[in-house]
Antibody, heavy 120, light 108 residues
């Protein structure tokens, strides 16, 4: 079974750093891109960026460029989303999602989401 | 950035009725258009990709179509499990890929 399993919920203070993870299994991790998608409370979906785990090439949405870093370790089939300095506005659910390279499809497998709460 | 505009924001439909959801792109996305379903407390689920291709396991009552930059998701006969929020998403131009703001399908 193709799965993306994300790390657990986090509660942080403004200014703290954080890294959340997304572990892929059941498929060739380097044959797909991993995207990160934000959903603020009661709001819609926002695509943040993606990584190609085969070479760690990344693309970011201009809205998120410079505020987050996406990385991956293909040896353990895990992608990461990290912040160096969290803000209250980063409070949201973060989803990772797979898109197979060279596929007609979009993001076909999603992680269960990681809730990040930033509050003083 | 391509802007995706969905309408209506909320659609009230009775079980068994047909639901028609719309999504307009601010410029051409060719056929790189997907639809997702999201239920409360769950991750989004891919329903349709490439405008009209159903994802694995998606019932035939879900269908997608296009006319230029106007896209439509039709649910032919709403079942209780179909009441949810639906998002369109373009994956033609990036970064960024962009989503519509969502249409909530609620019970009438």
């Amino acid at each position: 079974e193709v799965q993306l399993v994300q790390s657990g919920a986090e509660v942080k203070k403004p200014g703290e750093s954080l890294r959340i993870s997304c572990k892929g299994s059941g498929y060739s991790f380097t044959s797909s891109w991993i995207s990160w998608v934000r959903q603020r409370p009661g709001r819609g979906l926002e695509w943040m960026g993606r990584i190609d785990p085969s070479d760690s090439y990344t693309n970011y949405s201009p809205s998120f460029q410079g505020h987050v870093t996406i990385s991956a370790d293909k040896s353990i089939t895990t992608a990461y989303l990290q912040w160096s300095s969290l803000e209250a506005s980063d409070t949201a659910i973060y989803y990772c999602a797979r898109r197979e390279r060279d596929s007609e499809s979009s993001m076909d497998v999603w992680g269960q989401g990681t809730t990040v709460t930033v509050s003083s | 950035e391509i802007v995706m505009t969905q309408s209506p924001a909320t659609l009230s439909v009775s079980p068994g009725e047909r639901a028609t959801l719309s999504c307009r792109a601010s410029q051409s996305v060719r056929d790189n258009l997907a639809w997702y379903q999201q239920k409360p407390g769950q991750a989004p689920r891919l329903l349709i990709y490439a405008v009209s291709t159903r994802a694995t396991g998606v019932p035939a009552r879900f269908s997608g179509s296009a006319s230029g930059t106007e896209f439509t998701l039709t649910i032919s006969s709403l079942q209780s499990e179909d009441f949810a929020v639906y998002y369109c998403q373009q994956y033609n131009n990036w970064p960024p890929w962009t989503f519509g703001q969502g249409t909530k399908v609620e019970i009438k």
